[in-house]
């Protein structure tokens, strides 16, 4: 289950009724899905198989034509690199959805009107940050997350930076628990 802090307003929402009703009022999306320690390490194929009816449902919803598995570990060549693409608030003209099947990390979402709200986001969640929401993504500190995309353009989406420097007052902080991750 997804953990929600408000910074600015030094509250954190661990309750599943509280943290819906949070992201909801935000615009994001969420739902939780069950992934079986055999699922979460499964080769991307399987991986995408086992939620097949889960993201015909998306596909339907958000018209969205390709899925993939990304996968990211510490060794992943480029980390750092690739990481600071989306750890400055930015936007882009296609959603951001995740299924989280391992690993762990947090976003930060700057609603039009409210204070900057954190999710760490672990196995098991399914989110979706809206075309066009302000945000930033970071890993927490296994540096590890392994998840099911969903995308209109098959391309992928550019980051579009809004240079504002809101992410410069928030750490990554992660609170959840710490799982070993054995991703195929
Ligand atoms: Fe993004």
Not at 119 to 132: N, Q, T, Y
């Amino acid at each position: 289950m997804a953990t929600v802090r408000v910074p600015a307003e030094g509250r954190t929402l661990a309750d599943p009724a509280d943290v819906r009703h949070k992201l909801h009022g935000i615009g994001i999306d969420y739902e939780r899905v069950d992934v079986p320690p055999e699922i979460a390490a499964a080769p991307a194929a399987r991986v995408l198989e086992s939620y097949e009816g889960e993201l015909a449902k998306l596909r339907a919803r958000g018209g969205y034509v390709t899925a993939d598995v990304i996968d990211v570990t510490p060794q992943t060549p480029g980390l750092d690199a690739m990481l600071a693409k989306f750890s400055r608030e930015h936007w882009h003209d296609d959603d951001e959805i995740r299924l989280i099947v391992a690993g762990s990390g947090v976003f930060h979402i700057h609603p039009k009107n409210g204070a900057i709200v954190a999710i760490e986001v672990e196995a098991g969640d399914l989110i979706r940050v809206p075309a066009g929401t302000l945000h930033w993504f970071e890993l927490c500190d296994t540096k590890t997350i392994r998840a099911i995309r969903l995308f209109r353009d098959p391309a992928g989406w550019t980051p579009r930076y809004t240079e504002s420097g809101a992410e410069s007052g928030y750490q990554p902080i992660c609170l959840g628990p710490r799982r070993p991750v054995t991703a195929a």
